[in-house]
Each structure stands twice: as structure tokens, then as C-alpha cells.
């Protein structure tokens, strides 16, 4: 038999979506995959309901259906302090894994460098892998998960020619101050180099916290590749709605990439996600304070187990020192995690350049409900992990 390709070597499938599996095998409350077990909002599911006898089974036009690009650049024309065109400036993908992917593919050579923080969301190293192209990583120190500007001048000194952006930070919480984006702009300037942007997380960011598009930054416009998706935001993981905004001349290359990768997203789902597009400010609102809760009422119960844990900035992940238990597999861990404690979690090292093996992440995307049930069991877990 021929062999396969070689590119797909060096990395393994997705942890994060293998410990979804895991969970699932032990029945174990699945706080590993980010993503909500609770309903999107009602209108948007009204409106599919509607669209499925409207005439939107076949093609939209593969950049993104024409009525989802005039919502999505009417709705970020106002967050991001620019008038968006939704016809030259907008590519609606298959998910924000799409948009990640096809920017990469956009913007690099088989052989260029690309900087990528640490920890990150574990899909850039395939994405770089994928693309060709090698990951330059600058370590995010815990416990406030802060750049070096040294270390991050040394890594653009390597000649990058992109730096992956993920603000609201998956896995570490970290929302980047106005400051730090200035630092890494002034870098982006000086050394030409493209700012790939995963703002996924955009609308879940905690007081006194605040999300700025890098984007919207003095010159960088010209520059930024922002990915983002409606994952998240409308609690609608499973319809793959992401998109890219860019200027022109990036788009225009950024459009055949995605032709060729998938033709479009669904038709019938951004027909019935402008319905979400076209929510008002109160909506955002509801949201940052429902996620709010979450975290309080997950960090309190974590506190009150006595495990030490990350205070997320944005997004909705926590990591979790589990040092005490003297595991050299955090991999391990997160198996015994879920077969004995009945919780599924995601292995640090995941999302770690560095050695890391005493941490794990938790998410708490799910109803209150499901959170205390995955508190409850968390309370046993001193006499289900015996210490090793
Ligand atoms: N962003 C989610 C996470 O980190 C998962 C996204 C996905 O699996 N596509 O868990």
C-alpha cells in the first residue's frame, strides 16, 4: 500500500473533541468540549423552523449568503468602529475552524513562520501543520498569562510572516488590554508581518474587562485577518457559522481558498442565524451576565471544593492545578477524571508548548443545573483520586 501523506504525521486528532468521546463512554458530565447544553435563543429557532418551507435548500453564494452578509457587517460595522462592505470585506465559513484554516491557507507559504501564543487552541498547530507552515510559540506567563515583549520581539525577529491572535483567550481567560494589543501592533508594523485574530469569545468577556477588535487599532486594519463565529455568541456550535473580515485584497484570496475547501455553509442555517445578526444591544447584555453568573457560581463551588483554578477574564474555560494528585499524565488524569469522578475534562498539555502536565480545563457553558451536578461529583474527588 502507498503510504499517506506525510503532513498529517505529526499531529493526532482533536483531545478536545476525543475527551467529548471519553465523557460520553463513562457517562460522565462533559465539561471538555466547549459547548453549551443549553437552547439558542427562541427566535432564532423560530425562524429555522420557518426558513425549512422557505426556497433556501440549495447554494448560497459560496462567500456567504447575500442577507447573513449585509446582518453580520451591519452588526460588526458598530463593534468594530468601520463601515464594513458586506460584499468585499466579509467571507461567511464553515465555523470559525474554517475561517482559522482558510486564513492560514490565505496568507502563508509552505515553509513561513507563524507566531502562535502559548497556551493556545489546540487547532493552530494542525493549522499550521496543514498549511505548511511552523509555529514560532511565546509563552503567556501564568498566573496572569502576560506576554515578555523581549520574547515576543525575539520571536518576530524570526522573520513570521503571521501571528495568531486568540482574544478572548482559549484555554487561559486572558482578555489582552488596549496596551498589549498596541505592543503586539507596533511589532506587526515594524516587522510587516499579518495578525490572524480568533475573537470567538467576543461577547463573553467579564467586568471590568473589555473586547477590542484588533482590527480597530491605528494601521491595523490593513493587516488583520479577524475570524470570529456565531458558535458562541448564539449558542449554536452545531451549525458551523464563522466568518472572515478583511480588507479587499485579502478577502478577494481569501474567497477562492474557501471555494475550494467547502463551497459554503449552510444555506438554510444563516438564513435563520440573521435572525440573531439583527439583535439588539440587550441581547449581548443578557448575555455577559448570564455567562457572569456561570462563572461565579463554578468558581465558588470550585473554591469551596478547595481546588485551585484560573479566574477567567473572557471566554468560559477554567484550568484546574491538579499538582497534588502526582500524575505524569495529565492525560491519564482527565481518563480516571471521568471514570471515576464522572466529569470530563480536557488534558493541559493540549494547550501547552511548554512541559505542563498539572493542569486541565473545565468549561462551564452548561445550565446551572448541570454545573452543580459536575460541583457535586468534583466534592468526591479527593476520595476517588487516590494521590499517587
Ligand atoms: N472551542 C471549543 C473548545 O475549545 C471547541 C470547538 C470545537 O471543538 N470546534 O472546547
Given at each position: 500500500m502507498p503510504?499517506?501523506?506525510?503532513?498529517?504525521?505529526?499531529?493526532?486528532?482533536?483531545?478536545?473533541?476525543?475527551?467529548?468521546?471519553?465523557?460520553?463512554?463513562?457517562?460522565?458530565?462533559?465539561?471538555?468540549?466547549?459547548?453549551?447544553?443549553?437552547?439558542?435563543?427562541?427566535?432564532?429557532?423560530?425562524?429555522?423552523?420557518?426558513?425549512?418551507?422557505?426556497?433556501?435548500?440549495?447554494?448560497?453564494?459560496?462567500?456567504?449568503?447575500?442577507?447573513?452578509?449585509?446582518?453580520?457587517?451591519?452588526?460588526?460595522?458598530?463593534?468594530?468602529?468601520?463601515?464594513?462592505n458586506p460584499d468585499e470585506e466579509i467571507v461567511v465559513t464553515c465555523g470559525s475552524t474554517e475561517a482559522m484554516m482558510a486564513a492560514m491557507m490565505t496568507v502563508t507559504n509552505p515553509g513561513d513562520r507563524v507566531i502562535v501564543f502559548s497556551p493556545f487552541y489546540e487547532n493552530y498547530g494542525a493549522d499550521a501543520i496543514l498549511s505548511g507552515a511552523e509555529p514560532i510559540y511565546v509563552p503567556l506567563h501564568p498566573p496572569e498569562f502576560n506576554f515578555d515583549p523581549d520574547e515576543l520581539e525575539n520571536a518576530f525577529k524570526q522573520k513570521p510572516k503571521a501571528l495568531i491572535l486568540c482574544n478572548p483567550s482559549n484555554p487561559c481567560g486572558k482578555v489582552f488590554t488596549y496596551d498589549e494589543l498596541k505592543q503586539i501592533a507596533y511589532l506587526a508594523e515594524k516587522y510587516d508581518v499579518f495578525v490572524i485574530t480568533d475573537e470567538v469569545y467576543e461577547h463573553i468577556v467579564y467586568e471590568p474587562n473589555k473586547h477590542i477588535y484588533f482590527a480597530s487599532l491605528p494601521n491595523m486594519w490593513e493587516r488583520t485577518i479577524s475570524c470570529s463565529s456565531l458558535s458562541k455568541t448564539y449558542s449554536i456550535t452545531g451549525w458551523r457559522l464563522g466568518y472572515i473580515i478583511a480588507p479587499p485584497h485579502i478577502i478577494d484570496t481569501a474567497k477562492k481558498v474557501h471555494d475550494f475547501l467547502t463551497v459554503g455553509a449552510a444555506a438554510p442555517l444563516q438564513e435563520a442565524a440573521v435572525t440573531g445578526l439583527r439583535f439588539g444591544d440587550d441581547y449581548y447584555q443578557w448575555l455577559r451576565d448570564k455567562y457572569t453568573r456561570k462563572r461565579n457560581l463554578f468558581i465558588k463551588g470550585l473554591d469551596d471544593i478547595g481546588i485551585s483554578h484560573t479566574v477567567p477574564q473572557g471566554a468560559y474555560y477554567v484550568l484546574l492545578d491538579i499538582s497534588e494528585y502526582g500524575y505524569s499524565s495529565d492525560y491519564e488524569f482527565c481518563e480516571d477524571l471521568a471514570r471515576e469522578v464522572g466529569v470530563g475534562a480536557v488534558p493541559g498539555s493540549s494547550f501547552f508548548r511548554e512541559p505542563v502536565n498539572n493542569l486541565i480545563r473545565l468549561h462551564f457553558a452548561k445550565k446551572d443545573k448541570t454545573l452543580i451536578e459536575a460541583l457535586n461529583r468534583l466534592e468526591n474527588i479527593r476520595n476517588k483520586i487516590p494521590k499517587r
Open positions: 503510504q499517506l501523506s506525510k503532513r498529517t504525521e505529526t499531529f493526532t486528532d482533536s483531545v478536545i473533541r476525543r475527551m467529548t468521546r471519553v465523557s460520553n463512554q463513562y457517562g460522565a458530565v462533559n465539561l471538555s468540549q466547549g459547548f453549551p447544553d443549553f437552547e439558542p435563543p427562541k427566535e432564532i429557532l423560530n425562524r429555522l423552523a420557518e426558513v425549512t418551507n422557505e426556497d433556501f435548500h440549495q447554494y448560497s453564494i459560496t462567500w456567504g449568503a447575500q442577507n447573513f452578509r449585509e446582518a453580520l457587517a451591519e452588526k460588526q460595522s458598530k463593534l468594530m468602529g468601520r463601515q464594513i
